[in-house]
């Protein structure tokens, strides 16, 4: 034992530590990844299985909402806004945003009064409804069609006012949704204080009457973010 350097001896034996020690880490972090791997399938699959934590937004190019202006007593005339956006939550939260100046009307020179003379589009660009639905009306089995009820309020040309209707929501696919109206809804331009730009509307095209009472309806589709 006095041939051999103790200092030696010290020095010799981290090398066989070391291997095991690596050895250890090595084995820790592999099992570490493995049950990180199984939390995230986990997690993915509890997301994939709850389309509720899914969040819809509107589908503009295969939504219409349309409104109806009647004149002299009984001429009606069907028009629509081009331009829409919205979004349900997955509490049911509701908000669709109207670009009131894509109203199309199908005549030109009448789209720019109404931009111009009744919606006033520079001051106020846009109309916005909020509010809920039952938020089981989007766990719908595709192919299924329920009724739902909408309670929110309207944003319009700087007035807001309570707004009901009654819906139809359909599940066309996994992720996309069929939301339309199961009967008109009537808004009083009264409320909204388009009055005057109903009554200028009238008289620059030389009309004994416009109907201040306008039945709008819908059919939005919506895709699960």
Known sequence: ??????????NSMPAWTHVRDTRRNSLVANRSGRLLCVKTWILALLFVATPTWADW???NAQSQLSFVSIKKGDIAEVH?????DGSVDADGSVTLTIE???VDTA???RDQRMREMLFNTNAFPRAILTGKVDASAFKLDMGNIIVSSFEGKLSLHGQSGPVTAELAVARLG???LLVSSRKPLVLQAGNYDLVEGVEKLRE???LSTISKAVPVSFVLTFDKK
Do not use: E, T, Y
Request: hydrophobic share 45%.
């Open 1 to 10: 034992m006095s041939g051999i350097n103790p200092k030696h001896m010290a």
């Open 57 to 59: 937004s509107l589908n």
């Open 80 to 84: 629509r806004f081009d331009q829409l």
């Open 100 to 102: 009131l100046a894509s």
């Open 107 to 109: 005549i030109p020179i």
């Open 174 to 176: 996994p992720n996309k």
């Open 204 to 206: 620059v095209a030389g």
